[in-house]
């Protein structure tokens, strides 16, 4: 192997000219505002207010208040020179209730977005569902009644009218693994239930949804953009005598359950076997899997660590993937007998280790099984305990542990290119520091750090080494 290629350290590397850098964020972790316009509450809005759901107590009410600070935030990236923003789009900002008619105001904001970064020669990606489903269809079951699919496809067509001239890229989930397991499965995450069976029911309802609002898109769009889905696949390794067998149980639930249908028209008949204590999969209508089973232009990929399992004896607390105790439910509905194991650091502040290993693994790995298929590093980024310092009556944040996860991860997406993989560019995570989920405000994966106090903006060093990777199409050195 070359020089640097066992700790992926190198710069230098220049990367095409229409290889596309980007930055991401999700509507709930950043845009505030909750209440106005006319916008409905979510199940995250739901969840964060539901005491002991969410770290300290945080919600997105405020968040990073982008929903008022457009102009600022557009600004930045501007100055950064990114190709590409992948954003979402708050589904009960545009319809309140998960149906009717879209919400004026909420399409004026996302009008201004879109051209405001047309206009500094930024690419729009849009993804119509980063997990802020509208409360209201929740109440009717969520993504555990098949309706929902369908009313997710007519929000799709709302914004592919209201939008359909100007997106580049439009992805319809992000992560479905999370919604339909975290959701629904272990209760981490909105709406905090925990049910094996409607966990796995969620799966094939996100799959529809997929399929039916790509069919939507294509039907008003006038211009001629790519589709997508962002899966965050999962790379896993086993170990000891068992570890073959717990990494298959774990990629059927956590890979193929997703990239078998959208891609193949299929579901792995191992899945089916997996879980037959827990449902028949009646769900499943005749015709479905055609419905789903839509072109894609480019499949999204998130990679953050790897996972380790093996099979064990007895019983032991389950844990899920990004190491953090289940809250009562699994998000492995039929793998009970999977452990998750601690693997060797360094790691992020999430407890997750680093292995940009596992990037290359896992695009060489969609390489081989779908060989025709384009794809795109839709998230890969970093938490870390920035700390604040003060230089010369000037503030800066010296995160050079982040520096260092970039450039090996964007090494690690170089070395698969060379190695034949269709890759068309790499979008990190995030553009700000944001409302984490269930972590609320303690993790912190922004390359620009937000005072949650003020709400200021301060680049941070990565920001500045991201900027110069974007600007040149080279890791700097």
């Not at 989930?173 to 339909?180: D, G, Q, V």
Request: charged share 25%.
């Amino acid at each position: 192997m070359p020089e640097g290629a066992p700790d992926y350290r190198d710069s230098g590397l220049q990367f095409p000219p229409d290889f596309v850098f980007g930055a991401a964020t999700a509507a709930y972790q950043i845009e505030g505002a909750v209440k106005e316009d006319g916008r409905g509450p979510s199940i995250w809005d739901t969840f964060s207010h539901t005491t002991g759901r969410v770290w300290n107590g945080d919600t997105g009410d405020v968040a990073d208040d982008h929903y008022h600070r457009l102009d600022e935030d557009l600004d930045l990236m501007g100055s950064f020179g990114l190709d590409a923003y992948r954003f979402s789009i708050s589904w009960p900002r545009i319809q309140p209730a998960g149906r009717g008619e879209a919400n004026q105001k909420a399409l004026e904001f996302y009008d201004r977005l879109v051209d405001g970064l047309r206009a500094r020669g930024i690419v729009p990606v849009a993804t119509l569902y980063h997990w802020d489903l509208p409360q209201a269809l929740e109440d009717e079951g969520g993504w555990t009644n098949r309706e929902t699919a369908y009313a997710f496809a007519e929000y799709a067509r709302l914004m592919g009218e209201s939008l359909g001239d100007r997106i580049d890229t439009w992805t319809t989930l992000n992560e479905p693994w999370c919604s339909a397991y975290l959701g629904y499965g272990s209760g981490a995450h909105a709406p905090g239930v925990m049910d094996g069976a409607a966990a796995l029911t969620a799966v094939h309802h996100l799959n529809l949804a997929h399929g039916l609002a790509t069919t939507a898109l294509r039907g008003v769009v006038r211009n001629d953009p790519k589709f997508s889905i962002t899966l965050n696949l999962h790379v896993i390794r086993g170990q000891g005598a068992t570890g073959q067998e717990a990494v298959r149980q774990i990629d059927a639930l956590a890979n193929r359950a997703f990239t078998h249908p959208i891609l193949k028209g299929e579901y792995p008949s191992d899945l089916f076997d997996d879980t037959r204590g827990i449902t028949d999969w009646s769900f499943v209508l005749p015709g479905d899997l055609g419905l789903i089973h839509q072109p894609l232009d480019v499949l999204g990929v998130n990679y953050y660590s790897t996972t380790l399992v093996q099979l064990r004896n007895g019983e032991s607390p389950r844990e899920n993937a990004d190491g953090h105790k289940d809250v009562g439910g699994s998000p492995w509905p039929g793998a009970d007998r999977v452990e998750f194991l601690q693997q060797p650091g360094p790691y992020t502040a999430m407890g997750w280790n680093i292995e940009p290993s596992g990037l290359q693994e896992l695009l060489e790995g969609l390489r081989d099984e779908f060989p025709d298929q384009p794809l795109m590093v839709t998230e890969n980024g970093a938490a870390f305990d920035d700390v604040v310092v003060e230089e010369n009556g000037m503030r800066a944040v010296h995160d050079a542990p982040r520096i260092d996860y970039l450039r090996r991860h964007v090494t690690a997406a170089y070395r698969a290119m060379q190695n034949g993989v269709d890759l068309r560019g790499y979008v990190v995570w995030s553009l700000l520091d944001n409302f984490e989920w269930g972590y609320g405000y303690s993790k912190r994966f922004g390359i620009v750090r937000v005072d949650y106090d003020t709400l200021t903006r301060l680049p941070k060093d990565s920001a500045h080494w991201y900027a110069k990777l974007a600007t040149t199409h080279r890791i700097p050195e």
